[in-house]
C-alpha cells in the first residue's frame, strides 16, 4: 500500500516512487470527488504524461507500463477507499504524449492530465399525465351521449334524475344523469345517489366512488376493466376505485358507461 507524501513533496528529486506517488494522489483528488457511489458511471480513467525526455522512463516506470493491471489495482484500491463505485469493467489508459491536449483536468505539480470519461446517464422518460377523460353511454338513457371530465371539475355525481333531495335533506345535482320516466327500463336500477368521480393528484388520475345508493345492500356499482373476465364490486363509500383506460362502469342492473382518457 502506497503512503502519500506530506507538503514537501515538491521539494522532492524525481524518481520513480516519488512520479508514482504524485500520479496517485492526483487521481485520488479527482475520484474523491465522486465519493459516495457517484462515480458509477466512470467508465474510462485515461491518463496523460508529457514529461522531458530524460524523464520519459521515470513517468513510464512509475505507471508500470509493461504491467499495466498494477496500477488500475492501486486506483481500484483508492475507489474502494472513498466508495467510488466503479462499474466492474472501468478501464484505465496511460499515454506519454509530447503536449498534453488540455481536453481533461492538468494537475499542478507535475505535466499530468486526467481525462475521465462516463456513461451519458438516461433521462427518465417524462410520463405526460392525461387530465381528461372522457365517459360514453354504451347501455342505458342519460341526458347526454357522453360526458368529458377534467380534473378541474372536482366531485362528478351520476345517479338517477338530474335534481334529488339526499337523507340529510340537501340537494345534489348529478352531473352524468339517468331520467327516471326514459324508456329504458335499466334507468329504474340506478339510485338517485348512485356514484361519483374525482380527480386525485397522487394517483394522477380519476377515481370512482360508490355513493349511498349504490353500495349493497341497495344498488350496485362496478367496474369491468379489459381484458379481465371479472368484475370489481364497489362495497364501500370510503374505498374508491382507479379507473383505466377502456374501463367499463356498471351501474345497476345493466346501465353502462365507458371511460377513456382524451389524448
Keep these: 500500500m502506497f503512503?502519500?507524501?506530506?507538503?514537501?513533496?515538491?521539494?522532492q528529486p524525481l524518481d520513480v516512487k516519488v512520479v508514482r506517488e504524485h500520479i496517485l494522489q492526483f487521481i485520488k483528488e479527482e475520484l474523491q470527488k465522486s465519493e459516495g457511489g457517484e462515480g458509477a458511471n466512470i467508465h474510462t480513467l485515461i491518463l496523460y504524461a508529457a514529461p522531458v525526455p530524460n524523464d520519459k522512463h521515470l513517468y513510464e516506470a512509475a505507471c508500470y507500463v509493461s504491467e499495466p493491471e498494477r496500477l488500475k489495482q492501486e486506483v481500484q484500491r483508492i475507489a474502494d477507499n472513498f466508495a467510488v463505485n466503479l462499474p466492474k469493467d472501468w478501464q484505465l489508459e496511460f499515454h506519454v504524449v509530447e503536449?498534453?491536449?488540455?481536453?481533461?483536468?492538468?494537475?499542478?505539480s507535475l505535466p499530468l492530465?486526467?481525462?475521465?470519461?462516463?456513461?451519458?446517464v438516461a433521462l427518465p422518460e417524462v410520463h405526460v399525465v392525461k387530465t381528461d377523460a372522457i365517459l360514453t353511454v354504451i347501455s342505458g338513457q342519460a341526458e347526454e351521449s357522453s360526458y368529458t371530465l377534467t380534473s378541474k371539475d372536482g366531485r362528478t355525481n351520476m345517479g338517477r334524475e338530474k335534481n334529488t333531495t339526499t337523507s340529510g335533506g340537501s340537494i345534489r345535482v348529478n352531473k352524468i344523469a339517468f331520467p327516471e320516466d326514459a324508456e329504458f327500463v335499466g334507468n329504474r336500477f340506478?339510485?338517485?345517489q348512485h356514484a361519483h368521480l374525482e380527480w386525485d393528484d397522487k394517483k394522477g388520475g380519476f377515481v370512482l366512488f360508490a355513493d349511498e345508493g349504490g353500495v349493497p345492500p341497495g344498488n350496485k356499482t362496478k367496474v369491468q376493466s379489459l381484458g379481465d373476465e371479472g368484475q370489481v364490486k364497489l362495497n364501500s363509500t370510503q374505498v374508491g376505485h382507479f379507473l383505466k383506460d377502456e374501463d367499463q362502469i356498471i351501474l345497476g342492473?345493466?346501465?353502462?358507461?365507458?371511460?377513456?382518457?382524451k389524448g
Excluded: A, H, M, W
Design 99 to 108: 503536449n498534453l491536449l488540455n481536453c481533461g483536468i492538468k494537475y499542478d
Design 253 to 261: 342492473e345493466s346501465v353502462v358507461l365507458q371511460f377513456n382518457y
Design 113 to 120: 492530465e486526467l481525462c475521465i470519461e462516463t456513461t451519458p
Design 3 to 11: 503512503n502519500f507524501f506530506k507538503s514537501s513533496k515538491e521539494d
Design 190 to 192: 340506478v339510485s338517485r
